[in-house]
């Protein structure tokens, strides 16, 4: 079997974790703050926060924020659920809007779903390729937009506009017009969880890049606090001969990143462009090559003039299926012992959303989009030969079941 996304653990990166076992120091500490520093220089931006998932930052952030009851945070129907749950969490009410056929989210729908309520929007860079930052952060500057914002918190009257946190799980290293993903919004949050392109087995990481009059450095000091249940001092600086005494300043959370899951980052990070990323692409170009002479085929959008994916997931569509052909499909394609995904199930399908009363048919789009989209293979293990099972697996699949449903 050829499985769908394997971590990439090799003897370097299981050598770091047991330097790091061994080196005494466990949780946050000299190893989280490296990749912090790393991290920033890579993506350009002031500071980066690490934590223990990308979930974790993005409810962070939207807390930081004083999202809450009542407000409105817009974001694509396409997405995974953490981007809506950390919302729901704060009382607050996501407002999906759908896609473009690059399955990012559509500027036009974001626009026409900006209310009084509206405090953030969140984009998400579906499978590696960057939303439309400038078009984006354009619009929350925008005279009638900025009048139409109710600022209800100091954080919200320093903005004075809707925030944007960027979902960029999927997209570490991806480019825009020249600038790398993290530098692109106010915020950025990172996923290195097992499946991402850059993996702490679990883990995140929260960009800062808030314009003035915002101080990004105290922010991260702040953060850092709110993070480890609002403790004025963390455990590495109690270390320090004479310095036990420690307050708390607010009921924090508990999202720090540990030393362990640094130890595989910072291995990760540095050979992330140089060789992870290379790798992606050429899987990608090859799938590309591969699917291009059939006219059922539908390849992805992932480098355009002005943006360059980080090869994360390849989301092959299919033309002219409906839904229950793409499921007849991949049913074959794991019987010729091959693992696809599909990315995402959309939100409206979702009982809990649908329950809220969220529903699909709201979402032309993201459901034609879904309904005909199957994710393949993906990986920097995966071989040459691997990658022509995976193509051969799909076109005789999708051939078989065009026979079907044309006999
Ligand atoms: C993986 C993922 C997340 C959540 O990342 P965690 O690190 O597991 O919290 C959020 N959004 C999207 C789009 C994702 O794919």
Same mark, same amino acid.
């Given at each position: 079997?050829?499985?769908?996304?394997?971590?990439?653990?090799?003897?370097?990166?299981?050598?770091?974790? %047991?330097?790091?076992?061994?080196?005494?120091?466990?949780?946050?500490?000299?190893?989280?703050?490296?990749?912090?520093?790393?991290?920033?220089?890579?993506?350009?931006?002031?500071?980066?926060?690490?934590?223990?998932?990308?979930?974790?930052?993005?409810?962070?952030?939207?807390?930081?924020?004083?999202?809450?009851?009542?407000?409105?945070?817009?974001?694509?129907?396409?997405?995974?659920?953490?981007?809506?749950?950390?919302?729901?969490?704060?009382?607050?009410?996501?407002?999906? %809007?759908?896609?473009?056929?690059?399955?990012?989210?559509?500027?036009?729908?974001?626009?026409?779903?900006?209310?009084?309520?509206?405090?953030?929007?969140?984009?998400?860079?579906?499978?590696?390729?960057?939303?439309?930052?400038?078009?984006?952060?354009?619009?929350?500057?925008?005279?009638?937009?900025?009048?139409?914002?109710?600022?209800?918190?100091?954080?919200?009257?320093?903005?004075?506009?809707?925030?944007?946190?960027?979902?960029?799980?999927?997209?570490?290293?991806?480019?825009?017009?020249?600038?790398?993903?993290?530098?692109?919004?106010?915020?950025?949050?990172?996923?290195?969880?097992?499946?991402?392109?850059?993996?702490?087995?679990?883990?995140?990481?929260?960009?800062?890049?808030?314009?003035?009059?915002?101080?990004?450095?105290?922010?991260?000091?702040?953060?850092?606090?709110?993070?480890?249940?609002?403790?004025?001092?963390?455990?590495?600086?109690?270390?320090?001969?004479?310095?036990?005494?420690?307050? %708390?300043?607010?009921?924090?959370?508990?999202?720090?990143?540990?030393?362990?899951?640094?130890?595989?980052?910072?291995?990760?990070?540095?050979?992330?462009?140089?060789?992870?990323?290379?790798?992606?692409?050429?899987?990608?170009?090859?799938?590309?090559?591969?699917?291009?002479?059939?006219?059922?085929?539908?390849?992805?959008?992932?480098?355009?003039?002005?943006?360059?994916?980080?090869?994360?997931?390849?989301?092959?569509?299919?033309?002219?299926?409906?839904?229950?052909?793409?499921?007849?499909?991949?049913?074959?394609?794991?019987?010729?012992?091959?693992?696809?995904?599909?990315?995402?199930?959309?939100?409206?399908?979702?009982?809990?959303?649908?329950?809220?009363?969220?529903?699909?048919?709201?979402?032309?789009?993201?459901?034609?989009?879904?309904?005909?989209?199957?994710?393949?293979?993906?990986?920097?293990?995966?071989?040459?030969?691997?990658?022509?099972?995976?193509?051969?697996?799909?076109?005789?699949?999708?051939?078989?079941?065009?026979?079907?449903?044309?006999?």
């Amino acid at each position: 079997m050829i499985p769908f996304s394997p971590p990439r653990i090799d003897q370097q990166i299981i050598d770091e974790v %047991v330097n790091t076992l061994k080196s005494g120091w466990i949780t946050t500490g000299p190893r989280t703050k490296m990749f912090e520093k790393r991290l920033a220089e890579y993506c350009n931006v002031p500071e980066v926060l690490c934590l223990n998932s990308a979930t974790a930052g993005l409810e962070l952030m939207l807390q930081w924020y004083g999202v809450k009851t009542g407000d409105e945070v817009i974001m694509p129907a396409y997405t995974y659920c953490a981007t809506a749950n950390v919302v729901i969490h704060c009382g607050a009410k996501p407002v999906f %809007v759908d896609i473009n056929d690059d399955f990012n989210i559509s500027l036009k729908q974001i626009e026409n779903a900006i209310t009084e309520k509206t405090k953030v929007i969140m984009p998400v860079d579906i499978a590696g390729f960057p939303c439309d930052y400038d078009e984006i952060n354009t619009l929350v500057k925008r005279a009638d937009i900025v009048e139409k914002f109710q600022a209800a918190t100091e954080e919200q009257k320093k903005l004075s506009r809707i925030l944007v946190l960027s979902d960029a799980a999927h997209s570490l290293g991806a480019v825009y017009k020249g600038k790398k993903t993290g530098s692109l919004s106010d915020v950025t949050v990172f996923s290195f969880h097992a499946v991402k392109n850059l993996t702490t087995a679990e883990g995140g990481a929260v960009c800062l890049n808030l314009p003035e009059p915002f101080n990004n450095r105290a922010l991260y000091d702040y953060f850092c606090i709110k993070s480890l249940h609002g403790q004025n001092k963390d455990a590495l600086s109690k270390t320090k001969i004479g310095n036990w005494r420690y307050d %708390v300043i607010e009921a924090g959370y508990k999202l720090n990143m540990t030393d362990i899951q640094a130890a595989m980052g910072l291995v990760e990070l540095a050979r992330y462009d140089a060789d992870m990323l290379i790798r992606r692409k050429k899987i990608f170009h090859t799938y590309s090559d591969k699917f291009a002479k059939y006219s059922w085929a539908q390849l992805p959008e992932y480098e355009s003039i002005n943006k360059t994916t980080s090869y994360h997931v390849y989301l092959l569509r299919i033309k002219n299926i409906t839904e229950i052909q793409r499921d007849e499909i991949i049913s074959r394609i794991f019987e010729k012992q091959v693992g696809v995904n599909v990315h995402f199930i959309p939100l409206p399908l979702m009982s809990f959303y649908k329950k809220l009363g969220y529903c699909i048919e709201n979402y032309p789009s993201t459901y034609n989009n879904y309904s005909r989209e199957i994710s393949l293979p993906v990986y920097y293990d995966l071989t040459d030969e691997q990658i022509n099972i995976v193509a051969d697996a799909v076109i005789s699949s999708v051939e078989e079941t065009r026979n079907i449903i044309y006999l």
